[in-house]
């Protein structure tokens, strides 16, 4: 069952109060105001009369969960900025909202007249935040970003796969959610500086530089190597110096299996009943191991073949071993653990069906689990935003909507 909200939490959401215009599409941009509308605050996705990019992967494959996943608990508009009237619509949010999210090619909002500095004029309290592929500025600025080719940029491909295949990209879309998560921690900085100075600011965030950080076993080695660049170390240590740290065979799977101190790879001997190597020179020491990886990966691959992948698992963990099965995403999206905590929960959408959602992997002490509301439908608070908050009469929506500017 999923975890219930705590019924003694007794603080707010943190961002409650928090008016986010949120202009962003696809992945990156996207899943940051998610877990701005999980942390309490108010999220108005604005997307053209037609729908945001990923609505329509959505309309075109049949396969919804990635926008319901990236969407829920957001209000969602229309509104068609390449018109003067869309545009006033917009600076009027604006002049209402905290923060301003957009995560289009540098340059495109700039061409509508809507900059950071005249929406700040506008409202010197709002943060304007952006996510782009390389960065608002320098020589690649202007090069077209989505996560494959960010990743062939930033060296996540370069470091992935196997030394006699060519270069493979992460399975995950990293890059994009590498910018979404830095691109959150953007605007809950600049929140928090706006609690002290009172004045907005501009932020942010290159996919480009969001990933870098996480080649560093890679970029030591590099330096570690004179330089050179490392080759591609498959499911081994991409610095190469661990061993055992592999995925090993089993009889319905695969397990990986990291051993990183002396202590776990002797309690892997005695598990596999082979105490005669303790002392063998070979295996004494980080270094020793890491010279003979392929002995130690043959010897343990040897073993596991042996065993169901969740069997050794639980052996291995019995014995404080890191390791875990390779888990199929059948088996992830009905993880126990996560339903257990309330991570994940299956939702009746009235757009796609069955699904399980995500829930933010930020937790604030003292306040209760948001609920989830699903992703709304195109255009759903219009009424709600334009004539509720924005207090425009039902004849000024009629002729909106007669002008196709929502």
Known sequence: ????????????????????????????????????????????????????????????????????????????????????????????????????????????????????????????????????????SGPYRDYPAMDLTIQAMCGVMATTGFPEHMPVKAGPAVADFFGGVHLYGAIATALFERERTGVGSTVEVSMQEAVYASLSSSIGMYFA?????????????????EAPYNVYPAQDGHIAIIGNNDRHFQ????????????????????????????????????????????????????????????????EVVNDRHMHARGALEWIDHPQFGRLVLQRSPLRFEGTARVPLTPSATLGQHNHDIYGEWLGLSDAELQDLAAEQVI
């Open 1 to 136: 069952m999923p975890a219930q909200p705590d019924a003694a939490a007794t603080r707010g959401l943190p961002l409650a109060g928090v008016v986010v215009i949120d202009l962003t599409h696809i992945y990156n941009g996207p899943y940051a105001t998610f877990l701005m509308a999980m942390a309490g605050a108010t999220v108005i996705k604005v997307e053209p009369r037609g729908g945001e990019h990923l609505r329509h992967r959505a309309e075109l494959g049949g396969a919804g969960a990635p926008f319901a996943m990236l969407n829920s608990n957001k209000r969602a508009v229309t509104l068609n900025l390449k018109s003067e009237r869309g545009r006033a619509i917009l600076r009027s949010m604006v002049a209402k909202a905290d923060v301003f999210v957009e995560n289009f090619a540098p340059g495109a909002l700039a061409r509508l007249g809507l900059t950071p500095a005249s929406l700040q004029t506008l409202n010197p309290r709002l943060i304007y935040a952006s996510s782009t592929g390389y960065g608002q």
């Open 225 to 241: 190597n004179q330089q050179r660049p490392p080759a591609r170390t498959g499911n081994r240590h991409s610095g190469l110096a």
């Open 267 to 330: 309690t892997v001997l005695v598990l596999m009943g082979r105490q005669d190597l303790l002392d063998d020179p070979r295996f004494v020491g980080l270094k020793a191991r890491a010279d003979n990886m392929q002995a130690i990966d043959d010897l343990i691959g040897g073993w596991t073949v042996t065993f169901l992948k969740q069997d050794l698992a639980d052996l291995l963990l019995a014995n404080r071993v890191p390791c875990s099965p390779v888990r199929t995403v059948d």
